[in-house]
């Protein structure tokens, strides 16, 4: 069946520093790649997607991309903030069939220090 | 639109009590699913409505769970003779068609004591 693997968690930077997550699946077919957060007292919220292989998806300094290859989709900012402090999914939907439904990793706290 | 909306947002029930959610979706949202997220793990999916219709249930969803969307419009979610395994927050999210995006709610978070 499809299923979702995410790094460990949590994970403490401080402000500025470089962020990725890593995140793997394994599906039947060609899925599309997401990634949510869930910020404190939230609900869940995409960020951004990649519907397929070599997309890069991104938003609010986030980036991801498709990769068919090593069937993963990292999550990257450059540069993280305070207010990024949330817990982080990485999700995955089939594209074939009526069911759109999710299949979410175990999610990963990130805290940023001032 | 104010989004997907649940209620209640906590509930604190006794063991082998009924209790019953309800999820109010983006209006004109067609379809509706319902997830349970336990602490520590990601949202697992419960059940999913097409309209009026429910066309999944997970293996999760034991003959305790009953969900119904009645006219396509909120949905309800009820746990019969609850455990202490049921403790975990329900999610509800809503989207127009399969390929838009999902929107979710609050969630509620049932506490089985």
């Known amino acids: 069946g499809n299923s979702v693997t995410q790094m460990e968690g949590p994970v403490t930077l401080s402000e500025e520093a470089f962020l990725t997550i890593n995140c793997t699946y394994t599906a039947t077919g060609y899925p599309s790649l997401f990634w949510y957060v869930q910020y404190p007292g939230e609900g869940l919220q995409l960020l951004l997607k990649?519907?397929?292989?070599?997309d890069k998806g991104s938003n609010k300094g986030f980036e991801a991309t498709y990769r068919k290859e090593t069937t993963s989709f990292h999550l990257e900012k450059g540069s993280v903030q305070v207010s990024d402090s949330a817990v982080y999914f990485c999700?995955?939907?089939?594209?074939?069939?009526?069911?759109?439904?999710?299949?979410f990793g175990k999610g990963i706290t990130l805290s940023v220090r001032p | 639109d104010t989004g997907v909306s649940q209620d209640p947002r906590h509930k604190i029930t006794k063991r082998g009590q009924n209790v019953t959610f309800r999820c109010d979706p983006i209006s004109e949202h067609n379809r509706l699913y319902w997830y349970r997220q336990t602490l520590g793990q990601g949202p697992e999916f419960l059940t999913y409505f097409q309209n009026e219709a429910q066309l999944e249930k997970s293996r999760l969803l034991s003959d305790r769970f009953s969900a119904e969307r009645p006219k396509g419009s909120f949905s309800t979610l009820e746990i019969q003779r609850t455990e202490q395994g049921d403790s975990a927050m329900y999610l509800c999210?809503?989207?127009?068609?399969?390929?838009?995006?999902?929107?979710f709610g609050q969630g509620t978070r049932l506490t089985v004591v």
């Open positions: 999210a809503s989207s127009w068609d399969s390929v838009t995006e999902a929107f």
């Open positions: 999700a995955l939907r089939r594209n074939t069939g009526a069911n759109s439904k999710l299949t």
């Open positions: 990649a519907t397929k292989a070599d």
